[in-house]
């Protein structure tokens, strides 16, 4: 992303621990930040349930990576220091740049027409909003650093940002000028710059395609949604689950908004993919009406096809990295 060389100076412990029935208050995620006798440290904390999704580790790990970024110049902190964490519009806006979502395409539409100001959108606290106002906030994200990267010396500039965060005011629209001049002197002309950038990002990703690992990446969280329940109403069970077992309890609502996502990513999806996501889709859509005939069968076609074109493109990719 920065095109820099690797010179890490700040380790980064990942500490990925098991519910514990004697510690039920533990929560998900945690950075912690300390000075200790060798310098500074970095640990990062994980809750790993049933539930626990991949992309909450590469979030948190991109975070962990930022922070080691804007402190690897600063080794001699006084013991106690507040560390400034990365903020949250530069996380999600890196991590969505090579994995944008069907939500991040509809949410650049939303906002192409009538963004927020920038100063709002910089001030939000993602953690506090709703699920769709949070796809909004990211497609926000996405499109700033689009923007930014996309300058003539975006690259250096944000390097530049990133280093100085924990030097970072409370002022954070102050901030972003200072280190990228050419979006205003002024809160007036940065909004103006704002809101014609994020027109333009929307209008040039909105026919853009996801890479093979992002659509493989969705389509692994779509099949993670639980559609139904077994026949003694224990379990929950995923689609692919729920096709094979006898006489479940079928969630409707659940199935049909699995298909409506399904169907979102089929329209970005990458091509190689294409046909096995529709595959899913219409699979979710019958389990939503209740009709299975056959279904197993088809859908372990599907899986089977899917293996071998991710062999195929992962021996693609080794020749090309070789």
């Known amino acids: 992303l920065l095109q820099l060389r690797d010179q890490w100076s700040v380790p980064i412990l990942l500490n990925l621990r098991r519910p514990q029935a004697n510690a039920p208050e533990v929560p998900p995620v945690l950075l912690n930040f300390s000075q200790t006798g060798a310098g500074l440290k970095i640990q990062l904390d994980l809750l790993v349930d049933r539930d626990f999704q991949p992309a909450v580790l590469q979030r948190e790990v991109l975070r962990a990576l930022l922070l080691e970024l804007s402190y690897r110049a600063l080794p001699s902190l006084p013991a106690g220091t507040p560390y400034v964490a990365p903020p949250d519009w530069l996380v999600d806006g890196i991590f969505t740049l090579d994995n944008e979502s069907p939500e991040i395409f509809a949410g650049l539409d939303s906002v ?3 963004p927020p100001t920038l100063g709002s959108f910089l001030t939000q606290h993602p953690g506090l909003l709703d699920s769709q106002s949070r796809a909004l906030y990211r497609a926000c994200a996405s499109a700033l650093v689009r923007i930014l990267l996309e300058h003539e010396n975006g690259r250096a500039q944000l390097t530049r940002y990133i280093a100085d965060l924990s030097r970072a ?4 629209l102050s901030d972003l000028q200072a280190h990228f001049p050419w979006l205003g002197k002024e809160s007036g002309a940065m909004e103006k710059n704002w809101s014609e ?13 996801i890479t093979f690992a992002a659509t493989s990446e969705q389509l692994d969280e779509c099949l993670r949604a639980k559609v139904a329940q077994d026949r003694e109403k224990k379990n929950s069970l995923t689609l692919e689950e729920t096709v094979r077992v006898s006489r479940p309890n079928i969630d409707t609502r659940a199935a049909t908004e699995l298909g409506q996502r399904l169907t979102l990513l089929a329209t970005r999806a990458h091509p190689l993919l294409r046909p096995v996501v529709v595959d899913y889709q219409l699979a979710a859509e019958l389990v939503a009406r209740k009709k299975r005939h056959g279904l197993a069968r ?6 089977a096809l899917r293996q071998k074109i991710a062999a195929r493109m992962s021996e693609v990719d080794d020749f090309m990295n070789w």
């Open 298 to 303: 088809r859908l372990t076609g599907s899986a």
């Open 197 to 209: 950038h994020i027109a333009r990002v929307a209008r040039e990703r909105r026919f853009a395609l």
């Open 112 to 114: 192409a027409s009538n």
């Open 169 to 172: 005011s409370a002022d954070v």
